[in-house]
């Protein structure tokens, strides 16, 4: 009725780019999870604590009436609220397939030669300088692009430090663990399991898989058309 109404526009609503709550996960723009949401991973104000605040609340509501809500969040959403470890290669992958391929290159590199095609390659993307040492040859450096699009240094003057054949693993190493610690938002959600809560006791957490809490939740993803005739 009107009850399961309000919280259809509520969803909507919270999905939506007027608020920063959600974010489409970036694997999206190459249809990978298309439509699926994570956190906004960014420093939030104390207006957007309270939102993700009464998120948690909103999910808690949703286990306690048995009303499933239309949110479709990514896995690694529901595995970092009911406090299971994100898996560093099928977590990014699911949320950021193109960060995940930028990865996987400089960890599958054999030799210097494949390490300056790469970085001439990222250069026609504009996301490489060139080389201090050598004007001509382009360089990547220990910066990456946040979730939000904004550049991140990855280490302490990190826009100053190049990419080479010694440092390379650190540089994929350090983009993996940026979108880890993106992946988890402790900040958001935090706030998130606090509202969560006030409606729910929070041992209830431990005895559900993330699975079991997306559908206690959710609801399932689809209709079984053959069940329904």
Partial sequence: GSFRHFLWQVCKELQSSSLS??????SSAVNKNKGKYILTPSPITYAEEQLFHFFGQLLGI???ADVPLPLDLLPSFWKTL???PL?????LQEADILTYNYVKKFENISDET???????EIASQHLATESPDCPNKPCCKFTYLSLTGEEVELCPRGRHIPVGWENKDVYAAAIRSLRMRELQTPECMT???AGLGSIIPLQLLTTLTPLEMELRTCGLPYINLEFLK
Avoid: K, S
């Fill in 62 to 64: 949703a286990i306690r």
């Fill in 21 to 26: 709550l959600l974010l489409l996960c970036p």
């Fill in 87 to 91: 898996d560093p290669d099928l977590d």
């Fill in 82 to 84: 009911v406090g299971e």
């Fill in 114 to 120: 494949e390490l300056e095609a790469l970085c001439a």
């Fill in 191 to 193: 706030a998130v399991r």
